[in-house]
């Protein structure tokens, strides 16, 4: 990914389990990507159930707002059994460093 880059970004959620997350199972889900923070309740993070992604939209103006470097990414999920929250780290994004820093 470079900074300028503007689409969905994809994750699959996995509990424990091998139990993969779906958001029947789900009250909110919060997916972290370096400082940019979205949730699944507000209706910006969606769901594909075609491939069973969670889709992380990103706009052109916040991947050149992040730093140029490997980009932590963390979930949060609050399940509707119990209440229980589950925070589950992702891995991280490389982030390549754009020349330019113009929205197209």
Same mark, same amino acid.
């Given at each position: 990914?470079?900074?300028? =880059? ?9 509990? =424990? ?8 199972? %789900? $009250? ?13 309740? $507000? ?7 075609? =491939? ?6 990103? $706009? ?6 992040? $730093? ?14 119990? =209440?229980?929250? %589950? ?18």
């Amino acid at each position: 990914m470079m900074q300028g =880059d503007a689409y969905n970004i994809q994750f699959i959620i996995i509990r =424990d389990d091998n139990t993969i997350v779906t958001p029947s199972m %789900i $009250s909110e889900v919060e997916i972290v990507i370096g400082t940019l923070r979205k949730t699944y309740s $507000s209706g910006i993070i969606t769901y594909s159930e075609y =491939d069973q992604n969670w889709l992380f939209p990103i $706009s052109q103006s916040e991947s050149l707002a992040l $730093s140029a470097s490997n980009q932590p990414v963390q979930a949060r999920i609050k399940f509707t059994e119990n =209440d229980e929250v %589950i925070g589950e780290n992702l891995g991280v994004i490389p982030l390549e460093q754009s020349r330019s820093k113009v929205v197209l």
